[in-house]
């Protein structure tokens, strides 16, 4: 669906944006575990800001190409973030639940600000209306693989996006 050099392309737009919008102020990239961890660790190569780097496990799917619609921290970030502007990364918002929930939960934290940066977004199957400050590509209703994205956790190393049939 998306080859590795348009995804490269985009990544480098985006780590400009970032870079313009932020000034020159640090920021937190939280990268959420492990969809985005490819996409992460490019985005920070793209952004020129002092950064730091955490990241937040996060479960929601099962083994399958269905959303249980229960979010589960599988692992917490290293340190707190009061105070700091915080950007979520994450691969893919799909029917927003995930991001809602961690929103929630950041804010509870009292950072300075948080913003969310996806990958890809699957407008059709959106359940809540969540905020995308920054967004790679908008994608049909597909289940998509690779550049971090899995199905039952196979095809995170395939350096494009892909589809799967027949799920
Ligand atoms: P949401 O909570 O429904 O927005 O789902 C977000 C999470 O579901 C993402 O971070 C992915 O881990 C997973 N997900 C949703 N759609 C896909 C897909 O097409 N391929 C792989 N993972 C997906
Ligand atoms: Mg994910």
Redesign the pocket.
Known sequence: MISAAKISERVRQLGEEITRDYAGRPLVLVC?L???FIFASDLARAIDLPLRIDFLG?R??GVG?D?SGV?QITQDLSSPIANEDVLIV??????????A?LIDLFRTRQPSSVKICSL?H?PA?A?VEVPIDYLGFRIED????GYG???AEKYRNLPFIGV?ENT
Do not use: A, M, N
């Open positions: 959420v492990k969809g985005s996060v929601s799917y190409t959303t979010v994450e691969d893919i918002v799909d029917t927003g639940l995930t991001i929930h890809l699957k199957r359940r597909k289940f998509v693989v994205l899995d199905i799967v």
